[in-house]
């Protein structure tokens, strides 16, 4: 799958590195090395996926994650030379679809792109929308509806929003959801289901605080219902 990709890196050598790689492996590469022209970037050409630093000049990978996630649903896999579990669910909660620990070998860089890139393009699947009271998910365009208004999801979100859809009212363990992120946040612990979930329900629910849809089985997990009447 060939795609045009942004890369938002202060480190040129790094930068450098992981173009190379990306081009070998067919891609169209631009670079960057700080937030405020990777925005502008995106903004000016949308990428098919942002390869993001955290630790950025003028605006840091976190600002420009939460800033582009009220723009767009591009894919977003988040570098950091940090790996703490605070550190990932700030990343997943900031927007970002996958996360990568400096260092990393460029061969993890590409399969973690090449899982991302299959992931929003919906590859391989041709199965019916999937409708779920006035939700509807389609896994073939990778399109989310309520009420007919399209709803922009992350791959990340969408993965868990296909998966429940699929079998409503069906009470599902963080650790179950956890694996419908394989290939998407190889790295992600079961907090970071919790943080998509509150995502989600922004997105889906009249009132966010009072959740109908996506709701929550204490001391369990989460299932999705066909919400308000």
């Given amino acids: 799958m060939c795609a045009y ?4 890196e202060d480190d040129p050598a790094q930068a450098e590195g992981m173009r190379r790689y990306l081009v070998a492996d067919g891609h169209e590469t631009v670079v960057v090395h700080d937030g405020r022209a990777a925005l502008q970037q995106v903004r000016l050409r949308p990428p098919d996926l942002l390869v993001l630093d ?5 605006l840091d990978g976190i600002s420009v994650s939460r800033i582009l ?4 649903a591009i ?18 909660d900031g927007g970002a679809d996958d996360y990568l620990t400096k260092p990393y070998s ?7 792109i090449r899982a ?59 650790a179950q959801l956890l694996k419908y992120t394989n290939g998407v946040e190889r790295d992600s612990v079961e907090r970071s289901i919790d943080v998509h979930v509150l995502n989600l329900r922004r997105k889906i629910e ?18 999705l219902t066909t919400g308000p009447v």
């Fill in 54 to 58: 955290v630790m950025l000049p003028g």
């Fill in 206 to 223: 009249p009132n966010p605080r009072r959740p109908s849809r996506l709701v929550t089985v204490y001391g369990v997990g989460y299932k």
């Fill in 116 to 174: 991302l890139l299959r992931r929003s393009h919906g590859r391989g699947d041709a199965a019916a929308p999937l409708t779920v009271g006035g939700l509807v998910v389609d896994a073939t365009r990778h399109e989310v509806r309520l009420d007919g208004v399209p709803v922009e999801c992350t791959p990340g979100e969408f993965a868990l929003l296909a998966a429940m859809a699929a079998e409503p009212d069906r009470v599902f363990t963080r």
């Fill in 5 to 8: 990709l942004l890369i938002a």
């Fill in 69 to 72: 996630r009220t723009e767009s």
């Fill in 75 to 92: 894919p977003i896999l988040m570098l950091t030379a940090r790996s703490g579990e605070d550190d990932l669910l700030t990343g997943f």
């Fill in 106 to 112: 460029p061969r993890e860089l590409v399969a973690r």
